[in-house]
Nanobody
């Protein structure tokens, strides 16, 4: 059973930083896409950052470019999202996502992702 467990959310002031973690387990695919989405009430879930396990390529939403960095540990058991220069607009519930197809653009649009339970990020002004 695929299991994604997020941690690291919290309250931070504008301009601050956070690092989210996602512990991923329960699958045996060698090539896949894993990444982060976020959602605010009343809006669709938005793909923020993704990394392809096959080639290490990353994909970022425009809102994340230059401020957020996705990375993994050496075993790819944990995926991180480093978020710098946080703004109130970054306030959202952040979800870890996994897709067995190793294509980040596909994962950003897919209805077949596996999801974690989410971790709340709140940026105060």
């Amino acid at each position: 059973e695929v299991k994604l467990v997020e941690s690291g959310g919290g309250l931070v002031q504008t301009g601050g930083s956070l690092r989210l973690s996602c512990a991923a387990s329960g699958f045996t695919w060698s090539d896949y896409a894993i990444g982060w989405f976020r959602q605010v009430p009343g809006k669709d879930r938005e793909g923020i950052a993704c990394i392809n396990s096959g080639n290490g390529r990353t994909l970022y939403a425009d809102s994340a470019k230059g401020r957020f960095t996705i990375s993994t540990d050496s075993t790819w058991d944990t995926v991180f999202l480093r978020m710098d220069a946080l703004q109130p607009d970054d306030t959202a519930l952040y979800y870890c996502a996994l897709n067995s197809a190793p294509f980040c653009q596909h994962m950003f649009k897919s209805d077949l992702n596996y999801w974690g339970q989410g971790t709340q990020v709140t940026v105060s002004s």
